[in-house]
């Protein structure tokens, strides 16, 4: 099983919809969790962390869930500009960050 | 501006034709990464450093070497570059370690080798 898994898309969805990802980790004691946005040829950018107890910000939420061991983003009320690539990062500690291979979004007028 | 610089940006050489591909951070971070991005594979580490003289390898350091004498710039060094190291390539940096604080990455380096 790889260390962190998501689902490529792409994700086609109408402007207002609401799309969520999943992401699952192999390790049950990675610690951290984020996700990062890229932009088409552009470098990532930090999205949000991802806490215990979830947050949210604006539009979007991110929820985690050890005992599956998955994290997850909601995007609400989607807009032509969250169009992007989304990419799952996990944690273990002090070890390198592990990154997903990534969720393509596309937002379609 | 609090930003992680990279150069060159675009790179067009040939095999076995040494290069160097700068990073500089203005922010005071221990921690800096290089990673190698390619379609399918998403992003990968090939080296990381937890300060000054000290460097480990990631996940993929094979035909890459890299220094930190300074705080700020971890220069990335291809001595013989192949083509299968043909890729887009990103310095990050982050606070400290690499786990609980967000990673700035610099604009990529798009690398050719032919």
């Known amino acids: 099983r790889k260390e962190v898994e998501q689902d490529p898309g792409p994700f086609n969805v109408p402007e207002g919809a609401t799309v969520a990802f999943n992401c699952t980790y192999s390790?049950?004691?990675?610690?951290?969790f984020f996700w990062y946005r890229q932009d088409c040829r552009k470098e990532p950018k930090l999205l949000m962390s991802?806490?215990?107890s979830g947050n949210e910000d604006g539009r979007f939420t991110a929820q985690l869930n050890r005992a599956s061991q998955y994290i997850s983003l909601l995007i609400r009320d989607s807009k032509l500009s969250d169009s992007a690539t989304y990419l799952c990062?996990?944690?273990?500690?002090?070890?390198?960050?592990?990154f997903g291979k990534g969720t393509r979004l596309s937002v379609i007028a | 501006e609090a930003q992680v610089t990279q150069n060159p940006r675009y790179l067009i050489t040939v095999t076995g034709k040494k290069l160097t591909v700068t990073c500089s951070q203005n922010?005071?971070?221990?921690?800096m990464s290089w990673y190698r991005q390619d379609p399918g594979l998403g992003l990968r580490q090939i080296y990381y450093?937890?300060?000054?003289?000290v460097t480990d390898k990631g996940d993929v350091p094979e035909g890459y070497k890299v220094s930190r004498k300074e705080k700020r710039n971890f220069p990335l060094i291809l001595e013989s570059p192949s083509p299968n190291q043909t890729s887009l390539y990103f310095c990050?940096?982050?606070?400290w370690g690499a786990g609980a604080f967000e990673q700035y990455f610099g604009p990529g380096t798009r690398l050719t080798v032919t």
């Open positions: 990050a940096s982050s606070l």
């Open positions: 450093s937890m300060n000054v003289e």
């Open positions: 991802v806490y215990s």
């Open positions: 390790n049950s004691a990675s610690q951290s």
């Open positions: 922010m005071n971070h221990e921690y």
């Open positions: 990062v996990v944690n273990s500690g002090n070890t390198p960050l592990v």
